[in-house]
């Protein structure tokens, strides 16, 4: 492994089990109201990507801003060898690749914490004060600043007044003695903890709440997360195809059960990578789903059956659960929800490969006659 890259301008690194790749955006939206910055491109983020990103860092940004993944043991250790981060976001800490460290969650907490061992020790860190698995992180004998984002405990920034506008999240944040207030065009309770962690890291580099403002209001927007397609007749399609784990799909459930619309349709696939983990997760995503007043589910998959049999276990109607592991059955079904003020979820890891069936799902409403309104994607 080559010398380690240890620059003095800011070196963000962004890692967690969800919410890396939207809060690396939300910061480089916002530094970039003022700065030139290099940016790691959309969710590339293996320990490889780090080591062609430290080749690509030049003398003229004026900070980088990288998302570092992890998919076992080690692997965040790595992305610090290539560059070593002085500024660090650890989102939170859930089950994504849970399979892959021993399948608790002290593993993954143990993986994610490599960043705070190998960043630069006196450097800035902030962390979710909300999520309690974040209290496992090895914080013990680092040396630099820690702050904390969060909604419901205290936090060095907190969001109040967190609620659902036209297409997007608004809330209040307390800076330097005055209230802000913000807006992010993407829905979910989750997207303000990432925009808490971009107005974290860009209040330490001295940009001013209206340039947080702005960039949060105008990031770029990832695709297949949680992008909302709207229809006539009040139809709404949400494609949040990219990737799935408990914590990701709960999220957006909760996202389902805000948006308008009548009926609500979950579909939901099976969710990779969680090990021996993986039927107690899927379970969990299953009583979950009979806690949410959803009105139909739909799972692709053999693995997401056992969300279908958690959810009917928890007092789901089983006249309204459907179990697919023929897509094209699948896709005949969710078209025949194609119906007035109706809302539709896809959710699944992306190698499931249900952003074929969003693309399908589409082009069926077109066929339909159903005039698309708006797009709030990328």
Known sequence: MPKTLILTKPIIAVTGSAGKTTTKEMIASV?????????????????????????????????AVLEFGMGARGQIKKHCKFIQPNMGVITNVGTAHI????????????????????????GYLVLNADDPNSKLLETEGFQG?????????????RAKNVGYETDGMSFDVLLDGQ???????????????????AIAIASRLGFTPE??????RYYKRTPRRLNIFRYTGNITLIDDSCSANPNAVRAALDVLKKVSGETKVAVLGTMLA?????????????????????????????????????????????????MFESEQLLRKSIVACLKPNTTILIKASHKIGLEKTVDYIKKQARLKGLKQLSWKGR
């Open 99 to 122: 399979g892959n460290v021993g399948g608790n969650v002290e593993g993954i907490a143990k993986a994610k914490s490599e960043l705070i061992k190998h960043m630069k020790q006196t």
């Open 211 to 216: 340039e947080m403002k702005t960039g949060l």
């Open 179 to 197: 209230v802000h207030t913000f807006y992010i065009p993407i829905y979910g309770e989750h997207n303000v903890y990432n925009a808490l962690n």
């Open 274 to 322: 969680m090990g021996k983990y993986s039927k107690k997760a899927h379970m969990e995503v299953g009583r979950y789903v009979a806690s949410t007043g959803v009105d139909y589910l739909y799972t692709y998959g053999k693995r997401a059956r056992h969300i279908a049999l958690a959810a009917i276990q928890a007092g789901f109607s089983k006249e309204r659960v459907k």
């Open 31 to 63: 530094l970039r109201r003022r700065w030139r910055i290099f940016a790691s491109y959309r969710s590339f983020n293996q320990h490889t990507c780090s080591a062609r990103n430290a080749k690509r860092i030049r003398p003229f940004h004026r900070a």
């Open 145 to 157: 600043t820690i702050v904390r984002i969060g909604i419901k405990n205290e936090a060095d920034f």
